[in-house]
């Protein structure tokens, strides 16, 4: 059995990996799957100060009050990045990292310098997609009940995880049991992007054959993966 962290991306919660834990759980594993702060049921605590380093010590925290030991990390879209954050201050808990179609950016890049297209709604401290924005375009292609589902849950998200360069001075040049999954119906991050984390933690390589939530539309493949490695 393994203890499984889920780390959801951006304008997402910990609800966006349900189907997945699911799986996990019928695996017989032992899986969690936190909201970040400001996020989904926790955006009433949305406020400025909150970035990639504070998501990342959140989880690391998380770490350690579940006392979790030689934990799965998977990291999706920006939740590549809090999972890096938190995998650096949190190094001796972890067992393996796996990058969902994640962000993985170097020491000092930002999301922006990958993510260019503005958002719909934008404030001083968050931003994010409009319904109509999730449905007509994020979530585009997907069975129509589930891109509801999922837009209904959609909410900001701190704007600073974008706008702000990551800090991350140990994570890439530590070693890591890594895998990196591509989803190459997905716009970004882009299959150079995540062939970089790749080579850059010498991971394994894996392709699922669909958009940017895979999480969403083929749980079983990306379940099978996360468990495998």
């Known amino acids: 059995m393994a203890s499984i962290v889920l780390i959801h991306g951006a304008y997402q919660g910990g609800w966006i990996w349900r189907f997945v834990a699911e799986r996990l759980r019928a695996a017989g594993h032992d899986v969690h799957a936190p909201t970040l ?19 990342g010590q959140e989880i690391a925290e998380y770490l350690y009050y ?36 994640a962000l993985a950016l170097m020491d000092g890049e930002k999301i922006r310098d990958i993510v260019t297209r503005p958002a719909a709604i934008n404030t001083d401290i968050a931003l994010g997609p409009s319904r109509d924005d999730a449905l007509n375009r994020l979530f585009l292609g997907m069975e129509r009940g589930l891109a509801e589902w999922a837009a209904d849950r959609m909410t900001l998200h701190p704007i600073k995880t974008f706008t702000q360069p990551v800090k991350l001075p140990s994570f890439w040049q530590q070693s890591w049991n890594a895998s990196v999954i591509y989803c190459p119906q997905a716009a970004n991050p882009g299959e150079a992007h995540q062939r970089r984390c790749a080579e850059k933690l010498n991971a394994r390589w894996h392709v699922i054959d669909t958009g940017h939530y895979p999480m969403l539309t083929t749980p079983d493949e990306l379940a099978r993966i996360i468990i495998s490695g």
């Open 37 to 55: 702060d400001g996020c989904a049921e926790r955006r009433h605590q949305m406020r400025a100060g909150i970035d990639t380093e504070s998501h």
């Open 66 to 101: 579940h006392d979790l030991r030689d934990a799965v990390l998977v990291g999706t879209s920006a939740g590549g990045m809090v999972m890096a954050a938190a995998a650096e201050r949190a190094r001796e808990r972890i067992g393996r990292l796996v990058f969902a179609d």
